[in-house]
């Protein structure tokens, strides 16, 4: 059996919001019966997209994490509803939005914070994949189509088809501990989650200073390198993908040139560490 | 009888039958018959042939012959009427016939007008009155088509509602895009139009609650009484009816042009309207205005500024307004370049002006291809955020200064294209001894640049160093070779014209050194005809449009003057309206000198403004020092103001009768996506695809709304100038007469297009791509780009050899500026001149420390989707939701706000001398520390004690920009200068 996954790459993202503007535009002030009530005007993001700024300066980076219902093949919110949120056999979960009148207690059962609270029509509702088009001819839901990025994607596949892809994209479920299955899964989401070392290395050259390109520089942690970066013209190195809050390193910076320089630093978060000085 | 009498007067029965067949076909013509009882002649002049018909309460009845009537329609004779008949579309032989007096009606305009109406609405019965346009999806869901700033649409309509709004994605009968085949890779665009979130929050823009949805008049205005101009922005308003405004309206016109005489109106707008041809300011609005007689608000270059009081001095292309042609590019950059500098470049927030978001897919190539990225910005921007590199972050207002730095590097270091500045260039000598110091003692070094911009000395060698070994493309403003950011500041002119010289030293035309961010310049068909909304629509006007390019050969329509010959510079609009004199200078696109000459308000024998006709509301979030405008509307100088709006924001709480327009949804138009026209010839080549649309009406208007044409042709008719206006068309008559001036009927047939609503343009096979642009120049030959432009006369020498300068070179010491005579403000070499508000100002510097730039706002544009309870009021970067309210959003650095000790997400004072707005706070790393970073173009204004002195709420920022132009000798908006202070707001004050 055939299901729809969603696949956001989050380093494609630069908050756009054609997805919520196009999510919005479709269920704003529209009803779909058996699928969904109509989204207020205000308040609910069916995707909702956070901002992450990492480091500092002039090597800082943002990115962003965009958030649908992940349709989990293991979702909570569907065990705990009574029959009133189901996964259909094409991998959608939807909320019926008779059957989820009256149960405010509904939106407390997803961790991912997916499923919103319609107070006018007392109702919960949350992003339904736009199977209501898609049970159509649509081929998309509204978001992906109107990404410009393809930081949307979406694909409709086997099992096995879907996890060969899943691994060959190293694609990642957000929040694992949750333990949900889900239907959606990332790219890149290291950008979000992980953290990076930076610095710009220079030196100083009858009494100027300037940027040392081609310093070679170790990070090291435990006494074991952990990855090694040349520095470009600006003198600038990047250490990326490395765990929040995970301690010491030593970095180690050598130009055949200027000389070296080493120097300790605690991980954080990501950290541009400035100028490091070679003699 | 001769043979041309009797068939003219078949022709007249033929009417007469198909006036009868069409009201008993079509109900809703059958009560357009019945709005009038009288009786219409058709007849040649002396009267020999001709037929009657009579309307009695809806009945038609016809007869033989050229009795008296309520109106009279003539001709000269059979033969001219039947030239006409014979020839509908030719609507050449019907201006002849009107413009020599062979055609013509006797009898009450208003009448002659409905006539025409009921003619109209029977040549098209099946569009118009059968509604058999767009296509049915099924479960009786209709798809139309429409164009908005940010792209084209499907628009889905149930019941008479507009269910969703959606890009359009292209089928695969329409033309197939380009591919550009770079380092072994083949790339093609996405097959879709990929439109951005101006466009996507439409359907909450139409359903607003902030919709005018009848004629309104306020309260305490009586056009015969007391007027109470001092409460305009304080009274509330009462609805009227559609009569009893239009009739205020051209009664008042038609009382301050007789007790003033000429000057007494003025009309301004906001620089964009809704999209669409017909419906533009500069098509149905100026029509009306040069019928009437309209003082003419003469704009600033708002979006060029710098460009064009600076960069022109050096190369011309007065045409672009000092900005260089963008052919081509695209490919260029991706087989040659090396590297971009995106410099103030910030396209993924600005879209190419009107192109969607359809360079992203482009620029995502970039990382693809190994071409490096620097982005030298204050902000952290989207651009920079999507596509990572190097980040410079200067202050503001000091690009002039970095500029000069890089030229001391490659001067020093050699690392320029020497033959191309010895042979192609003119004065380089003089400028490069400034920046050595020869002429100030101050070498313009690194270690220098760095006190003004606080770029490290060493980064800004590394650039330049990387930049003069390079081939590398320079992005400039959001389209990469014009437009916004550092070009609207103090400095503006200086660093415009800087980044002329740095191209010049570059020896730009080589291949892979050029202007450009992958926004500009792709290969699409730019031989495909079909006009930018600058060129006039229906105009008529020949002379303050684009018209005269291509239109009034292509369009033929009667041609409007406006007798009035007074301007008024925009920036100082309430001044003139305050009846203070006023003066500025004029914005040429003819030729670079063009700019040297004064306007002067008021004009000799002209009579200062009673009469402010506005259309829309958005001066007090974009134009500067605002609160200007606002008092200017609370004074008795000014008698009387109405304004034509869509919505019930900024200004239009200002009018004393408001008419209610509908958007572009609401109404038949026809435009191409992203083509302007005007000052950015081609400006579709930012996109993927060439669209052009049936702007289908979707929905009927809302309330009483009315379509802008339809409110004009309404003023027209009280002033017997209905027929003049309309010439007899409907506003979707005008579509269609516009569709035959283009190259359109030539692919695709006029019915084809009205049901489909869209027609791909395919795009050219490789031989057929334009030149890279200014390629011909490196190259030494003619120049080889498909832009008329520079006139003949603005050529030095032969004909399209060179630069429109004196020397026909591009020019480091200009000459047109030699000729005018040294300016300090503007020397004929660029200079470093510190900003006239920043930390060189220091007292003022001292009470306001911080720097705030407006750029042009991300998620909006200008006033159009913000506010109006739009969806755009989620997006979290775009307005935030404090206690109840969306606020404008102001960006500080974690050091500045904890110095103030400010958190992120509470609400804070931005303030000067000129006023305070309140605004929600975001703290991010992205903004350098002593920067404030909010976009401009708030649409509210929410003055939260009186209106013009006290603190807003709205978000509207212009309200603490200066009214100083960049340069004295110049009409322009340093609106990226500006000096603020913030600070916690405590609630209660409401004083400045």
């Known amino acids: 059996m055939k299901k729809f996954h969603m696949i956001i790459n989050v380093e494609r993202c630069e908050d756009c919001n054609a997805c919520l503007l196009s999510c919005k535009d479709e269920h704003y002030d529209n009803t779909f019966p058996g699928y969904t009530v109509p989204q207020p005007r205000h308040g609910q993001k069916w995707i909702n997209i956070t901002r992450k700024e990492r480091g500092a300066g002039s090597l800082m980076d943002v990115f962003y994490l965009p958030k649908p219902c992940q349709h989990c093949d293991d979702a909570p919110c569907v065990k705990k509803s009574d029959g009133a949120i189901t996964k259909r056999s094409d991998g959608i979960v939807l909320i019926d939005p008779v059957k989820a009148k009256g149960k405010k207690q509904l939106v407390g059962t997803c961790p991912y914070g997916a499923i919103h609270w319609n107070e006018e029509l007392k109702v919960a509702q949350k992003c339904t994949m736009c199977a209501h088009l898609l049970d159509g001819k649509w081929k998309q839901t509204r978001c992906v189509q109107a990404c410009p990025t393809e930081a949307l994607r979406m694909v409709y596949l086997e099992d096995d088809e879907w996890n060969a892809l899943a691994r060959q994209e190293k694609l990642q479920p957000l929040n694992p501990e949750f333990g949900t299955r889900p239907g959606a899964l990332y790219r890149n989401l290291d950008r979000f989650t992980k953290a990076f070392i930076a610095g710009s290395v220079t030196a100083a050259k009858n009494g100027i200073e300037d940027c040392v390109e081609g310093a070679r520089v170790v990070l090291s942690k435990d006494s074991k390198s952990v990855a090694e970066l040349t520095t470009d013209n600006y003198g600038d190195f990047k250490f990326d993908s490395l765990p929040e809050n995970s301690g010491e390193y030593r970095l180690t910076v050598e130009s055949k040139e200027f000389g070296s320089s080493k120097l300790m630093v605690k991980l954080e978060d990501s950290v541009y560490l400035g100028k490091v000085i070679v003699s | ?992």
């Open chain 2, 1 to 992: 009888m001769g043979k041309d009498k009797v068939l003219f007067n078949t022709v007249l029965y033929g009417i007469y039958r198909i006036l009868k067949h069409t009201a008993s076909k079509y109900p809703e013509f059958k009560k357009r018959a019945a709005e009038h009882d009288c009786t219409i002649v058709l007849r040649t002049k002396d009267g020999s042939a001709g037929r009657s018909f009579t309307f009695r309460k809806g009945n038609i009845t016809s007869k033989s012959g050229a009795s008296a009537a309520d109106v009279e329609i003539f001709w000269e004779d059979e033969k001219a009427a039947l030239e006409i008949f014979t020839k509908p579309r030719d609507f050449l032989a019907r201006i002849n016939a009107m413009k020599n007096f062979k055609f013509g009606a006797i009898g009450p305009d208003w009448l002659n007008c409905w006539f025409c109406e009921l003619l109209s609405l029977m040549q098209s019965p099946d569009v118009l009155l059968g509604h058999e346009y767009g296509i049915d999806v099924g479960d009786g869901v209709r798809r139309f088509t429409n164009l908005h700033n940010g792209g084209p649409v499907f628009v889905y309509v149930k019941d008479g509602k507009i269910l969703r709004v959606t890009p359009i994605d292209y089928e695969e009968s329409d033309a197939k895009p380009w591919t550009i085949e770079a380092h072994g890779k083949k790339f093609t665009p996405p097959r879709k139009g990929m439109i951005n979130a101006d466009t996507l929050n439409m359907k909450s823009q139409i359903y607003s609650r902030d919709r005018i949805l009848h004629p309104m008049k306020r309260v305490d205005f009586d056009p015969n009484g007391a007027r109470n101009p001092e409460k305009r922005g304080e009274s509330g308003y009462v609805r009227i009816s559609w009569d009893e405004a239009l009739d205020i309206v051209a009664n008042e016109i038609k009382r301050v042009k007789k007790e003033y005489g000429p000057g007494a109106i003025m009309h301004s707008m906001g620089s964009h309207h809704l999209w669409g041809s017909t419906g533009y300011w500069i098509s149905a609005l100026r029509r009306l205005m040069n019928s009437i007689g309209s003082t003419m608000v003469m704009n600033n270059p708002d979006s060029w500024e710098g460009w064009h009081w600076g960069a022109i001095h050096h190369w011309g292309y007065a045409a672009r307004l000092g900005c260089p042609e963008s052919y081509s590019t695209v490919e260029d950059l991706m087989k040659n370049a090396e590297m971009v500098v995106f410099w103030s470049s910030d396209p993924e927030s600005t879209s190419g002006i009107y192109g969607g978001m359809e360079g992203t897919a482009r620029r995502l190539w970039l990382k693809e291809l190994g071409i490096k990225v620097v982005h030298i910005d204050p902000y952290l921007n989207h651009t920079a955020g999507l596509l990572g590199g190097k980040w410079l972050a200067p202050r503001p207002d000091t690009g002039n200064a970095m500029s000069l730095g890089i030229a001391y590097v490659w001067i020093t270091e050699g690392l320029y294209d020497k033959k191309f500045v010895e042979e192609k260039t003119y004065g380089f000598d003089k400028w490069r001894d400034y920046i050595l110091g020869k002429e100030d003692g101050i070498p313009k070094t690194p270690e220098w640049q760095e006190r003004e911009t606080d770029v490290p000395a060493k980064d800004l060698r590394a650039l330049a160093r990387e930049w003069g070994t390079k081939r590398t493309y320079l992005g400039v403003g959001g389209p990469g070779d014009m437009v916004g950011g550092a070009c609207r500041s103090a400095t503006g002119a200086e660093w415009a014209r800087s980044m002329v010289c740095l191209m010049a030293m570059q020896g730009i035309g080589r291949p892979g050194v050029n202007m450009g961010n992958m926004q500009m310049g792709t290969p699409l068909d730019t031989k495909f005809f079909f006009p930018g909304y600058a060129e006039g629509g229906m105009s008529g006007d020949l002379q303050m449009t684009g018209m005269a390019v291509n239109m009034y050969q292509r369009m033929p329509q009667l041609p409007t003057v406006n007798s009035v010959l007074q301007g008024v510079p925009r920036l100082r609009i309430p001044e003139a309206l305050e009846g203070k004199p006023v003066s500025g200078y004029m914005t040429s696109f003819i030729t670079q000198t063009g700019q040297f000459f004064p306007i002067f308000y008021p004009s000799p024998g002209h009579s200062t403004v009673k009469l402010y006709y506005k259309y829309g509301g958005s001066f007090i979030g974009t134009m500067n020092n605002t609160n200007r405008f606002v008092n200017s509307y609370r004074q008795d100088k000014l008698e009387f103001v109405v304004n034509e709006s869509i919505w019930m924001e900024g200004e239009a709480k200002f009018a004393d009768i408001i008419l209610p327009a509908c958007t572009n949804f609401e109404r038949w138009d026809i435009g191409e996506w992203a083509n302007c026209g005007g000052y950015v010839q081609h400006s579709f080549i930012g996109l993927n695809h060439r669209v052009m649309v049936m702007q289908q009406k979707c929905i009927e208007p809302l309330g009483e709304s009315k379509s802008d044409y339809d409110i004009c042709y309404e003023i027209a008719k009280r002033l017997d100038l209905g027929a003049y206006f309309s010439e007899g068309s409907s506003q979707y008559d005008w579509c269609q007469r516009l569709f035959e001036g283009t190259d359109l009927p030539t692919v695709i047939k006029w019915k084809d297009f009205v049901k489909k609503g869209y027609y791909v343009v395919p795009a050219p096979n490789e031989a057929h791509r334009d030149p890279v642009g200014v390629r011909w120049y490196y190259e030494g030959t003619k120049k080889n780009s498909p832009e008329a432009p520079p006139f003949p006369s603005d050529y030095p020498g032969n004909w399209m050899e060179g630069m429109a300068t004196q020397t026909g070179k591009i020019e480091f010491d200009c000459t047109s500026l030699k000729r005018l005579g040294e300016d300090p403000e503007r020397p004929s070499i660029t200079k470093f001149i510190p900003s006239w508000e920043g930390p060189h100002t220091t007292e003022l510097f001292g009470k306001f420390p911080l720097q705030m730039i407006t750029p042009h706002p991300r998620y909006s544009f200008h006033t159009h989707a913000d506010a109006k309870d739009s969806f755009t009021n989620d997006i979290e970067e775009h307005r935030t939701l404090v206690d109840g309210y969306y606020y404008w959003i102001i960006r500080l650095s974690p050091e500045d706000a904890s110095s103030r000790g400010l958190r992120n997400g509470e609400l804070v004072k931005v303030f000067n001398d000129r006023g305070s707005v309140i605004c929600a706070l975001q703290v991010t790393k992205r903004i350098r520390s002593g920067v404030v970073h909010g976009y401009a173009s708030s649409a509210t204004y929410d003055p939260i004690g009186e209106p013009g002195h006290s603190t807003d709420r709205g978000g509207c920022l212009n309200l603490l920009t200066s009214s100083r132009d960049m340069i004295k000798k110049s009409h322009s908006t340093a609106s990226n200068t500006c000096l603020v202070q913030v600070e916690k707001w405590d609630r209660t004050g409401v004083a400045l």
